[in-house]
């Protein structure tokens, strides 16, 4: 056997032996648990162009031309943060889609908590992006600040939504 | 294309704990690639000194893919939210293991020595029993908190172990330099200690699961360190003399450490006490030196770690009771360099007599080099993280420190004979983990492995449901 074949296949051994350490290194990395929020609904890919179009993201506002009316001002809120309850921390970005609250199963974001409804109030995107909050006729009433909703409101960045002992806000 | 449309469609999205899945398909993938490694390292060798692809290639390839296939189904059926990890590296350090050992019976020189025997096919045979234990326990033990009620009679049961070399008639004869081989007629020769090793686990698990509170929290301060009560520090006591025992009896080394080590490390996980490690260390010190100081054998191991070149010249004098082992492991990591000589193309045959068993790790480090031998001693860093993970990720205090236990066990055997032979503490006779040519080593850490997959098993099986549908509930009204 040729020097130059022993020295590639010795070489090889190594990079394999190497490579096998770094793909269980990397299997490590995506086993550590965490939390992560997945789109649901209609099928992703055809979701993603219908979402670009219907409500571009605040980075291409600019080059949008067509599509449903008026853009979001800049310093829109960007993601959905969870600052008090059994959930705090969590956070959802906020790409155009509506988000549900609520002890249902089916609520975007479910509220573990006996004082919260199981439809409670949603938030969405108003055609001008503006955020709005909407109660949906829960027991207890959902309170933006400290004034309890009667009609979908529009929210202000960092205002405390509080339902039940859960409160939101919505951040940059 | 669906941007023509502008119908709108609801986009929710949810919440979830990235929870477990299970990663079985994970380490299938995993497996196919620690099974082609060693069957590249098969065909490397051969052709490094035969010049032809070796014949024996398809069965061995065959022999451990099969072992791993089995032991995948098994996981798969038995197991199925466990570590998919650990299998696939300890296929891959088995794998190597068998393949050094072949490399090592093809060597001339060692087949005119007189105590020659073809280890590879025994080492096969042993490998597939292991296979097999690891399978019983992922079968037979359903849950590991049962083990919890054999706390004291597996602390007999391990006592037992670890003395049966001394009876007389059983103990295999001290040819080695250490009494802990058994022989049973028939069988050949085992050495219990490897199994003692997984059995006081078990007992140091129960007891300090049912003692921590006592021992964490009744206790003195004094200079900034916990000092125990004196009743508590009974069983840390008993251990140390047990170890020191063994130390003068059995005139082994590494089990006594292996014991203290991982009594010291599961006293300090259950308490979160650093007073029991610097315990730990003071009488471990003491131990050494008091025995050092009157055993020969003992005496002899430390003088080869501080002198191996006196020690070589000794043995070359042919003095009796000197090896020139330890010098000549150490000068092949030094031909070896950092990328060795290729697999096949070493000279560490040189060493001799146990060169495919407490050696081995010289055999690597002169023939794949220091590339080769810290990629080993990561594979070996991986099975232990794995271990502690598991330890985290469990739910009962049982389970998390058996799992410590167990890993660190693997972790300071590790270490103490890697470190032996690489001479950065005396060396004593351990067989590294899956690799090292010795049936009771890789038939106890397929077990090893085996109750640390069931422990991670359960760890990572994601929690039941709640049984009521919260919907249905009522929601309470605030009543001001």
Redesign the interface.
């Known amino acids: 056997m040729s020097e130059l074949t022993l020295t590639v296949m010795r070489l090889g051994f190594l990079a394999v032996l190497w490579l096998f350490v770094i793909v269980a290194v990397q299997v490590i990395r995506s086993d550590l648990f965490g939390t992560r929020v997945t789109q649901r609904g209609s099928r992703r890919e055809s979701a993603r162009p219908q979402q670009a179009a219907r409500q571009a993201p605040p980075q291409q506002r600019g080059q949008q031309s067509g599509g449903g009316g008026g853009r979001q001002r800049r310093g829109a809120p960007t993601k959905l943060v969870v600052s008090e309850g059994t959930l705090t921390g969590t956070t959802v970005a906020l790409q155009g889609q509506t988000i549900t609250l609520g002890r249902a199963h089916d609520s975007t974001i479910v509220l573990d908590d006996d004082y919260a409804s199981s439809r409670h109030a949603r938030i969405y995107p108003d055609r001008d992006g503006q955020w709005i909050v909407e109660d949906l006729g829960s027991t207890n009433g959902t309170y933006l600040d400290r004034n309890r909703l009667t009609t979908p409101t529009p929210i202000p960045l960092g205002a405390p939504i509080r339902i039940g002992k859960t409160v939101i806000e919505l951040r940059k | ?3 023509t ?16 899945p299970s ?1 079985r398909n ?1 380490e299938l993938a ?1 497996l196919v ?2 099974v082609v ?1 060693p069957v ?2 098969y065909a ?1 060798v051969g ?2 000194i035969n ?1 032809e692809v070796p014949t024996g290639l398809l069965g061995y390839g065959l022999g451990l893919g099969l072992l791993a296939g089995v032991g995948h189904l098994v996981v798969r059926k038995f197991a199925p939210y466990a570590d ?2 650990m299998l ?2 300890a296929t ?1 350090l088995n794998g190597l293991g068998l393949v050094v050992i072949w490399r090592l019976d093809q060597s001339q020189r060692l087949q005119l020595s007189s105590t020659y025997i073809e280890a590879s096919p025994r080492q096969l045979l042993n490998s597939a029993l292991g296979v097999a234990l690891f399978i019983a326990v992922l079968v037979f033990l359903k849950d590991h908190r049962v083990l919890q009620r054999y706390t004291y009679i597996s602390m007999a049961a391990a006592m037992v172990l670890l003395l049966l070399p001394l009876v007389p008639g059983l103990g295999a004869d001290e040819t080695f330099g250490a009494k802990i081989w058994i022989s049973i007629p028939g069988l050949g020769t085992i050495q219990p200690g490897e199994f003692a090793k997984i059995i006081i686990a078990v007992f140091f698990a129960g007891y300090l699961m049912v003692k921590r509170d006592a021992l964490a929290l009744a206790s003195r301060r004094f200079m900034g360190l916990y000092l125990p009560r004196g009743r508590d520090l009974g069983p840390i006591l008993v251990v140390w003399a047990m170890s020191i025992l063994i130390l003068v009896f059995e005139t082994d080394l590494g089990s006594s450490l292996l014991f203290f080590g991982m009594f010291v490390i599961m006293l300090y996980v259950a308490t979160e006490r650093t007073s029991w490690i610097v315990f730990g260390l003071l009488m471990s010190a003491v131990g050494a030196v008091g025995v050092a100081s009157f055993e020969p054998h003992v005496q002899q191991r430390v003088q080869a770690w501080l002198d191996p070149m006196k020690e070589y010249e000794l043995s070359k004098q042919g003095i009796i009771g000197h090896s020139e082992q330890s010098m000549e492991a150490l000068w092949a990591f030094g031909s070896g360099g950092t ?5 096949g ?1 070493g000279n560490s045959d040189l060493i001799g007599f146990a060169a495919n068993s407490d050696f081995i790790l010289a055999t690597f480090g002169e023939e ?2 220091l ?2 031998v810290m ?1 080993i001693l ?2 070996y860093g ?1 099975i232990v ?2 271990g502690i ?1 598991t330890a985290l990720a469990a739910r009962d205090p049982f389970g998390k420190l058996l799992s410590v236990g167990l890993s660190g066990a693997f972790a300071l055997q590790v270490f103490v004979v890697a470190g032996g032979v690489l001479g950065l503490i005396p060396l004593t006779g351990m067989t590294l983990p899956f690799v090292a040519y010795g049936g009771s080593s890789v038939i106890a850490n397929w077990a090893l492995i085996g109750i640390l997959l069931r422990i991670s098993d359960t760890a990572r099986r994601p929690a039941p449901m709640p049984a009521a ?3 249905a ?1 009522m ?4 009543r001001p």
């Open positions: 294309m669906s941007s449309t502008n119908s709108p469609t609801h986009h929710t999205s949810t919440i979830g704990a990235i929870g477990a990663r994970t995993l690639f620690a490694i590249f390292a490397n052709l490094a010049d998919p990890l696939p590296l891959l990328l060795g000589t290729g697999l193309q794949l080099g590339a080769g990629a990561l594979l991986l993280e794995r993970r549908n919260p919907d509930e929601t309470q009204v605030v």
